[in-house]
């Protein structure tokens, strides 16, 4: 697996610019201010969760979490690279990071994500997953970040803020400290974990299966790290 991708164009050709500006009028609150580059020649780091042997969630009809995970990641690297961004991945396809044969293959692939986002020289990380819980009334997105990190809690509130301004304008949930999630607590960048919704809700479901729903969920998380990175 390729987990460093090819380096951006950052001289951003006019054709390039031209897909930019006119692509704000995709969703109607983009604006063209927020193609302003504040990402460009960053080193954001995309954690698309689970994959391979490990599915994840799996929601009330079916659908993988790794598989929506997946495909919002790769938006938003698409989203980010366009704006000049380096992006490491920790996984492109459908596969988990551990070896063939690991006793533990969970824990072993929880450490070679962990290896390479520490390797990464990453200004942020973007970890991207789907919610559950046993009552299906729930739903919405949420961004959690280490209680201890200043940075990562102003990431994690950009990302809330998009999230729920391009998606979800009725949602009320808040980003969230928590110091448990294994991501946040072992990685050495401002890191953030992005709960796209909830698979145990049917309607989050079918959305969030639908590529044009992903794709606002995408560029969501995109605005809210360009933002972060206009406001440091």
Known sequence: MDFWTK???????????????????IYSNRTVSTFALPTAKRVIVIDPGHGGFDPGRVGTNGADEKDINLAIALKLQAYLE??????????NADEGLNQKGDPKPKSADMRRRKELINQSEGDVLISIHQNSFPESKYKGAQVFYHGHSEEGKMLAESIQKALKEFVDPTNKREAKANTDY????????????????FLSNPEEEANLNNETYQEKV?????????EYFKNL
């Open 218 to 226: 995408a560029w969501a998380i995109y605005v809210g790290i360009v």
């Open 7 to 25: 380096r951006p164009k950052i001289y951003v050709g006019i054709g390039m610019l031209l897909v930019l500006l006119l692509g704000y009028n």
């Open 82 to 91: 366009q704006s000049g961004a380096y992006v490491v991945i920790t996984r």
């Open 182 to 197: 294994y991501v946040l607590r072992t990685t050495n960048i401002p890191a953030v974990i992005v709960e796209c919704g």
